[in-house]
């Protein structure tokens, strides 16, 4: 993926500094950043056809959202109802979304499309902060 110098999160452009590239089980691509300068959060923007379904333990907050292509992102509640968010061609073109510690989530590509989002954790990802339920 082409990596970035600045990435803006809630309306604030801010400079960003590479980490690392990593692929996940299932074949998702992400690419590791920190905010320069703001040690509170950093952000990994992934390209895949379908994130493993993961759910949220812990972190005060984590935020899913839309870069492009065409899918959805389908995020669990405990009581076993979805909420699922239509992003690309016809539907959403940005999209930014809270995802709660108890609560999963999944990015789905659709047939013929490639997805690219992102993820900013506050504070920055640890292990342990999501479960993988499956890829």
Do not use: H
Not at 42 to 60: F, N, S, W
């Amino acid at each position: 993926m082409r990596k970035r110098k600045y990435f803006t999160f809630e309306g604030v452009r801010q400079e960003v500094i590479f980490k690392e590239s990593e692929t996940l089980p299932g074949g998702t691509e992400v690419d590791i950043y920190e905010f320069a300068g703001d040690p509170t959060k950093d952000l990994a923007i992934y390209k895949t056809k379908k994130t493993p379904l993961q759910r949220v333990e812990g972190g005060e907050r984590t935020v899913e959202g839309y870069i492009s292509g065409v899918g959805k992102l389908r995020i669990g509640k405990p009581d076993g109802t979805y909420i699922t968010f239509y992003v690309g061609g016809g539907n959403l073109k940005e999209l930014q979304v809270d995802v709660e510690i108890g609560q999963t989530m999944q990015w789905i590509a659709d047939k013929n499309s490639i997805l690219v989002g992102y993820e900013v954790c506050l504070p920055p990802y640890e292990p342990g902060r999501f479960t993988d339920l499956e890829y």
